[in-house]
């Protein structure tokens, strides 16, 4: 069973429930924790544990190889990103604009745009305790998450089988959110009691409705903003499965990078609505 | 005309409280470009009227007439981004995974497909309660593209500096230090950085840095929720000095930034004492620019 942790906003807490999430279920089911906001990846921070497996992740780009190129344009005219062209006498590529559809290298008539691997990021795997613990981390300067993600995912299905997967998503609601959520069972959306964190709620909610998804609210910081967002939940018909209490002492322990879930019974008690849902509802799934 | 660009890195780390304070504290010469365009939420704190607004089309979609289509499956065949698929007693494609690269169409003997362009999202121009014109956006729910919708914003708000002479254009970017960040840095002066003193803030503050020292763009920090752990301050304060980044205020973890909001205002407007830590940030800001 896939289910994604995602928010509209940034810092509504969906590394702090993903962690605590995962790190509590594991006590009890086989549950693995997978970090897909690539470009911040901060699951790691708070799961320590022994690295099972490391590799490079790459993606292709074509590479020009003038030998026996006949200068025809075919790969200009069928990229649709602009990422070939043809100027005087050589072909220009610009792997910062390719999405790696293979078009250009494979439509060549000459062979003369193999396609390459650059290197864009890292898969790491860790054991913590009974936790499996998997994340993507994307090289600084490298622009699309996308590919990494998609990598790290495939990754997950190959090697986990038969787990409660927890998958900490990227924010937003872009093309990166879209890739990390679109094979999960089940979403659980992070908000926070506030004017941003309503309106950033809104287009998750859109966007999730769109993909057809089945989705869960969790509000976060409770108690420190209005009632807007529960009163929008309500009349929305979404259901909220835990609200997790305004409290300094969880933003102290998070900012020294330490889980809470045994530390404050009131963290636990959501967590256990939490934990109650996702196994009622994976009968359902 | 100088650019600003305000980026944490780490969501929620106050960039907007933070971006909208200064278009607060800015002189009459400013234009202000919202840039986090899947979660833009600065303009909820001006009373924005909308002057303008434009529809954004930029990515493709592939799309089969069946009427001419053969069943022969080379779009599936081609396809990269499992896209394709044959269902019941014919193939569909998903337009959730199409990427609008074109290979299916380009390939289809029967000329079956064609690239339907997508509205991705909407552009608007609006007047703000502070007199100054702010220029964002709204990325259409899962698309494509956010950072070209980035270039748009920006390049619309610096069209219109230039236009009629001001001198300041302040940029709200968005988390991370994917494409929708490059594309914000492209053409920036100042790069001013809010992080927390919290492990997830210094390790994405560490990243963001990288980032911006690629694009050798001058930079200033500010830290936000200082108090939550003076040691993890420290920490970020010691990195500052050794990366050469002046501190530009260090702000106090205060539920006023949520209550400010509340009342739809910038926390420099609600806080007097945040005010004349922002105030002092952004003077410094103007003096390094």
């Known amino acids: 069973m896939k289910i994604a942790i995602a928010s509209g906003k940034g810092?509504?807490?969906?590394?702090?429930?993903?962690t605590n999430l995962a790190a509590f279920l594991s006590k009890t089911e086989k549950t693995a924790l997978i970090d897909l906001d690539v470009e911040e990846p901060n699951s790691g921070l708070f799961i320590l544990g022994e690295n099972i497996h490391s590799e490079d992740i790459f993606r292709f780009s074509p590479e020009w190889d003038r030998t026996n190129c006949i200068m025809c344009g075919k790969c200009q005219s069928?990229?649709?990103?602009?990422?070939?062209?043809?100027?005087?006498?050589?072909?220009?590529?610009?792997?910062?604009?390719?999405?790696?559809?293979?078009a250009c290298s494979e439509l060549c008539p000459t062979n003369s745009l193999p396609m390459k691997k650059y290197k864009i990021g890292v898969l790491n795997h860790y054991k913590f305790n009974e936790l499996d613990f998997v994340e993507g981390r994307l090289d600084i300067g490298q622009e699309q998450a996308v590919p990494l993600i998609s990598q790290t995912n495939d990754y997950t299905a190959n090697r986990l089988q038969k787990v409660i997967g927890i998958y900490d998503c990227p924010p937003g609601t872009a093309c990166p959110t879209v890739e990390s959520v679109k094979d999960s069972d089940l979403v659980i959306l992070v908000t926070?009691?506030?004017?941003?964190?309503?309106?950033?709620?809104?287009?998750?909610?859109?966007?999730?409705?769109?993909?057809?998804?089945?989705?869960?609210?969790?509000?976060?910081?409770?108690?420190?903003g209005d009632d807007?967002?529960?009163?929008?939940?309500?009349?929305?018909?979404?259901?909220?499965?835990?609200?997790?209490?305004?409290?300094?002492?969880?933003?102290?322990?998070?900012?020294?990078?330490?889980?809470?879930?045994?530390?404050?019974?009131?963290?636990?008690?959501?967590?256990?609505?939490?934990k109650a849902y996702i196994l009622k509802a994976g009968g359902s799934i | 005309?100088?650019?600003?660009?305000?980026?944490?890195?780490?969501?929620?780390?106050?960039?907007?409280?933070?971006?909208?304070?200064?278009?607060?504290?800015?002189?009459?010469?400013?234009?202000?470009?919202?840039?986090?365009?899947?979660?833009?939420?600065?303009?909820?704190?001006?009373?924005?009227?909308l002057i303008s607004?434009?529809?954004?089309?930029?990515?493709?979609?592939?799309?089969?007439?069946?009427?001419?289509?053969a069943g022969c499956g080379r779009c599936f065949e081609v396809c990269r981004f499992k896209a394709v698929s044959f269902e019941l007693d014919k193939f569909k494609i998903s337009d959730n995974n199409c990427e609008g690269c074109g290979y299916c169409a380009n390939v289809c003997p029967s000329s079956a497909i064609t690239l339907v362009k997508q509205n991705d999202g909407n552009l608007y121009i609006s007047d703000t309660r502070l007199g100054k014109k702010l220029f964002h956006a709204?990325?259409?729910?899962?698309?494509?593209?956010?950072?070209?919708?980035?270039?748009?914003?920006?390049?619309?708000?610096?069209?219109?500096?230039?236009?009629?002479?001001?001198?300041?254009?302040?940029?709200d970017g968005s988390p991370g230090v994917g494409c929708p960040v490059i594309s914000s840095l492209s053409g920036a002066n100042f790069v001013v950085l809010v992080t927390e003193p919290t492990t997830s803030g210094i390790h994405d503050l560490s990243r963001v840095i990288q980032l911006v020292k690629k694009f050798h763009i001058k930079m200033g920090c500010v830290i936000n929720k200082t108090d939550i752990n003076y040691k993890a301050s420290d920490g970020i304060k010691k990195m500052l000095v050794a990366e050469n980044i002046p501190l530009l205020a260090e702000l106090p973890y205060s539920d006023n930034f949520t209550h400010a909001m509340i009342k739809e205002v910038t926390v420099a407007e609600y806080d007097k004492g945040i005010r004349s830590m922002l105030q002092d940030a952004w003077d410094k800001i103007n003096n390094l620019i």
């Open chain 1, 11 to 18: 810092g509504t807490g969906k590394t702090f429930l993903s």
């Open chain 1, 78 to 102: 069928c990229c649709n990103f602009h990422a070939v062209l043809k100027v005087k006498d050589a072909i220009m590529v610009f792997p910062e604009l390719c999405h790696s559809c293979y």
């Open chain 1, 192 to 224: 926070e009691p506030t004017p941003f964190g309503l309106h950033d709620l809104k287009l998750i909610v859109k966007a999730m409705k769109q993909l057809g998804k089945k989705f869960v609210v969790v509000i976060n910081r409770s108690g420190i």
């Open chain 1, 228 to 274: 807007s967002v529960e009163d929008f939940c309500n009349s929305e018909n979404i259901q909220i499965i835990a609200k997790i209490p305004n409290d300094r002492r969880i933003a102290e322990e998070y900012s020294i990078g330490n889980l809470v879930f045994d530390k404050f019974d009131f963290v636990r008690a959501e967590l256990e609505n939490i």
């Open chain 2, 1 to 49: 005309m100088k650019e600003i660009v305000v980026i944490s890195g780490k969501g929620g780390t106050g960039k907007t409280s933070v971006t909208a304070s200064f278009a607060y504290l800015s002189s009459a010469n400013t234009v202000l470009a919202d840039c986090d365009v899947d979660a833009s939420d600065m303009h909820l704190l001006l009373k924005p009227e």
């Open chain 2, 53 to 69: 607004s434009e529809d954004f089309f930029s990515s493709d979609l592939a799309v089969i007439d069946y009427d001419k289509c």
């Open chain 2, 138 to 171: 709204e990325l259409g729910p899962g698309a494509e593209n956010s950072g070209k919708l980035v270039a748009k914003v920006k390049n619309n708000a610096k069209k219109y500096a230039r236009e009629n002479n001001l001198n300041i254009v302040l940029v």
